[in-house]
């Protein structure tokens, strides 16, 4: 299969990852994003020691160490502030930090730039409206063109358009009952690791660079309500009268709507195929997760480097596609499942969830080779 041509629908974190892993085995990348301006919203991400691993694998570990904030373990604390435990994160690439926290922006500018470098092609402002074919894909798209592929991978989301085509009857996501609010802020001096909290409301502070750090907050949110964006700091600013006071202490820094980012947590995982004929899905366009164990984008990364080197073995694309889920499906199973069972467990669903024991026993899956 070396010689095929490929492409990926959605230019995000496990699109354009898995791009670079399919460069690397010398595959020809064309992709293709809806967003004409490519943006992604400001806030930060934490990536633990399977993303360092899978970013060391890609040959862009550098550029991504540059562009975050490492860091060896997890300082927990009490609602009123007592600080628990600093629980140590093991590595996995002895040479480099345990985990990273990394802005959103910086995370894509280096994806974006190391994908362009490695040959990938990316036209923005770009959808398919079309695919089909047997033995290639034939690709219509928004912008009038049309191409032919032997293989298009969906990249392109929870919300992902690839996903309902090839499966319409598929689930949707669904909303878990949580929302999160996000802030950046610049960062004090204390916050040297992931600061988080015990408790009912998950919150947190997440170093990202030598001036920048992010809060969030989880927040029970029934009937999923809409939040305007004119009004969003004030209703971040309410959310925050029943975090810890160390949390709360930074309400009065929050003024602008635009600064906030607030996300309702919804959740999908597809238990039937990942493909059909010759186009597969990745990353969250087939198991979105909620973020309570930090893995939804290490998911997709390591995906696509799983995808790659499967397809760079096969004869045969629906092989290939075949031996990537079956390698996927109950590491990515197991993250999403466990991460809601602690969203469930702050909603009072399920008993209480020793969240340090379920970080532990989740970085051993994901410690296991990809
Ligand atoms: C509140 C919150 C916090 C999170 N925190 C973390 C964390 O700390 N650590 C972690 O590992 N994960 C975290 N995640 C999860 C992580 O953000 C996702 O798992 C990750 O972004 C998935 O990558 P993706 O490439 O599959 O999808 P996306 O990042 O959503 O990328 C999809 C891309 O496809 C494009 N697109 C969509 N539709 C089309 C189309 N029809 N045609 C072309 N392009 C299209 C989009 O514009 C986008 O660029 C968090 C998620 C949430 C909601």
Redesign the pocket.
């Known amino acids: 299969m070396r010689e095929a041509r490929i492409l990926i ?7 354009l990852t898995a791009s670079i892993a399919l460069r690397r085995r010398g595959f020809e990348v064309d992709m ?4 004409p301006a490519w943006s992604v919203y400001g806030v930060g ?3 633990q020691a399977n ?1 360092i691993r899978a970013m060391t694998e890609l040959g862009i570990i550098q550029d991504y160490l540059e562009a975050g904030f490492g860091f060896d373990y997890v300082d927990v604390f009490a609602p009123d502030g007592t600080h628990l435990a600093q629980v140590p994160s093991r590595k996995l690439v002895d040479a480099y930090p345990a985990n990273l926290g990394i802005a959103r922006p910086a995370l894509h500018e280096v994806l974006g730039r190391c994908a362009q470098a490695a040959g990938a092609r990316i036209r923005l402002g ?3 409206t079309s695919l089909s074919g047997g033995d290639e894909v034939h690709v219509e798209f928004s912008d009038g063109s049309a191409g032919r592929y032997d293989i298009v991978i969906g ?8 996903r309902a085509q090839l499966f319409p009857d598929a689930p949707r996501p669904q909303f878990t009952g949580q929302g ?1 609010w ?1 802030h950046n802020f610049p960062r004090p001096a204390s916050v040297v690791s992931l600061h988080a909290y015990a408790g009912s409301l998950g919150m947190g502070l997440v170093p990202l660079a030598d001036n920048l750090m992010y809060l969030f907050l989880t927040t029970p949110e029934p009937g999923n309500p809409h939040y305007a964006r004119s009004g969003l700091a004030r209703a971040m600013r309410d959310k925050l009268r029943d975090a810890a006071p160390a949390i709360a202490a930074y309400a009065d820094q929050i003024a602008d709507d635009d600064a906030v980012v607030y ?1 309702p ?1 919804e959740w999908i995982f597809l238990t039937g195929p990942w493909h059909k004929g010759r186009v597969v899905l ?4 087939v198991h ?2 909620t ?1 309570h164990l ?7 990364i390591e995906d696509g480097i799983v995808l790659a080197d499967e397809l760079a073995r096969a004869a045969e694309p629906e092989e290939a596609f075949a031996a990537y889920r079956a390698r996927r499906f109950e590491r990515c199973r197991y993250i999403v499942e466990q991460s809601k069972a602690i969203g469930d467990s702050q909603l009072g669903l399920l008993p209480p969830v020793d969240q340090a024991k379920a970080t532990r026993e989740m970085f051993e899956v994901v410690a296991a080779p990809i």
């Open positions: 629908i959605g230019a995000g974190i496990g699109g293709i994003e809806r967003d991400i934490i990536q993303v770009v959808t398919a990249a392109d989301g929870l919300n992902s358009t690839t999160v996000r996300k947590l990745l990353g969250d366009a979105a997760t973020p930090g893995q939804g984008a290490g998911m997709a």
